[in-house]
């Protein structure tokens, strides 16, 4: 008879050097598979709402089955490679904050090709659990501005396996990891599994972010000649579909925003997977938005997302008197809230340079006080999808 066996991972936190060390306890369950050939088979697929949104039956995991939830406002935090730089100690005092969205170099966690380092995330949680605070990771494989990949993205990349493993934009407006092609992004998604592995498991992750779809170049022109918007948008429903196999029990958000003629597919693929589409800027009019805000709506292909999933919108300086507008705080949050959707919203945490004697848009004298008059509310309903399966709080 084939054995099963039943793991429950313990984490202890050394605070004093901020790694996790991880004893796994087993119990072998003989009997285990003679269960599971009694179960009834699954269907390949299940439909819900109306107009329906379908999804694929998750294949059976280690897994619990549930998706941590905590939805709320959060704060997202400057990308770092040291973790002391940013503080959330102040968090511990916000009721209406649920955590931290904290953003990551790619090469910051794979220094070397297949070698991980994760003490940086290892040391935020050691920060933030004690809290009670959640946290969001984001994995940046672009940068928007300079010309220089080190630091940012690995350096095993840049050899002929990879085509040179980035694409440097012209007038220093950034550099981005080739991900349109398939030998990049299978490194990219090696990422994902690994910190799955690692972080799934734990109800203080409360899910992971990707980079959003614009690529900040358009085909012809600036762009790379192995690049092309459909290569694009395949790759990245790989990835989408690798992170949500990698994170059954975790919230997958995929910043949806632009990319001509395949947005729509790529958030019907998001849906598919049972993932959060969403954006990395909240505008609301008389700006248009994003495409893909639109379709997360229902103004464009007709099906309304909001309530069928988990929806996460960051608030970034752009929107906050920067290049595409100036907004009040309590403008943006009730558009993220009551007109995207959002059960999850990430904040900048901009400092006071921005603050005038007549609008704050800073984190402690614009931000904070508008999430405080809404009592950090969004929309906090189970997400239809997940069919009930939301696992709130935890310890």
């Known amino acids: ?22 004893l796994v306890a087993c119990a072998m369950l003989p009997v285990a598979q003679a269960l599971a050939q009694a179960r009834p088979s699954v269907p390949p697929k299940v439909c819900v709402g109306d107009p329906p949104v379908c999804v694929g039956t998750p294949a059976r995991t280690a897994s619990t089955g549930r998706i941590k939830w905590n939805p709320g406002h959060y704060m997202n935090a400057p990308t770092v490679s040291d973790p002391k730089v940013v503080n959330p100690t102040q968090l511990a005092d916000e009721p209406y904050v649920k955590g931290m969205q904290q953003r990551y170099w790619w090469a910051t966690l794979e220094p070397e090709r297949g070698r991980y380092d994760f003490s940086i995330i290892d040391g935020h949680l050691a920060v933030l659990k004690p809290m009670g605070k959640r946290l969001v990771i984001q994995i940046m494989d672009r940068s928007w501005s300079g010309t220089s990949a080190t630091g940012r993205l690995p350096a095993y990349l840049g050899t002929p396996e990879f085509n040179g493993g980035w694409y440097v934009k012209p007038n220093s407006t ?22 799955g592995k690692r972080y799934d498991g734990e109800v203080y992750v409360e899910g992971i972010t990707t980079e959003e779809t614009s690529i900040g170049f358009s085909p012809g022109g600036s762009a790379p000649s192995s690049y092309n918007r459909p290569a694009l948008a395949a790759q990245l429903k790989r990835l989408v579909t690798g992170a949500r196999r990698a994170w059954p029990n975790s919230n997958v958000f995929v910043y949806t925003n632009f990319l001509t003629g395949e947005i729509e597919g790529i958030i019907e693929h998001v849906a598919a997977e049972r993932a959060a589409p969403g954006g990395p800027d909240v505008l609301p009019p008389p700006h248009r938005g994003a495409e893909g805000d639109r379709i997360i709506q229902g103004l464009v292909g007709g099906t309304d997302y909001r309530g069928k999933l988990a929806i996460g919108y960051a608030v970034q300086s752009p929107a906050l008197c920067g290049k595409e507008g100036c907004w009040e705080p309590s403008v943006l949050a009730d558009h993220a809230v009551n007109t995207l959707g959002a059960t999850h919203v990430f904040w900048t945490r901009l400092g006071t340079h921005r603050d005038t004697p007549t609008l704050k848009v800073s984190w402690d004298y614009g931000i904070l006080p508008a999430i405080r008059a809404i009592r950090g509310r969004t929309n906090t ?12 709080g935890g310890s």
């Open 1 to 22: 008879m084939t054995v099963i066996a039943s793991c429950l991972p313990f984490v202890r936190v050394a605070r004093a050097a901020l790694h996790a060390v991880t």
């Open 174 to 195: 950034g550099v981005v990891a080739r991900i349109w092609e398939k030998p990049v992004m299978d490194r990219l998604i090696a990422l994902y599994e690994a910190l």
């Open 381 to 392: 309903a189970c997400p239809s999808v997940y069919q009930g399966a939301c696992a709130t």
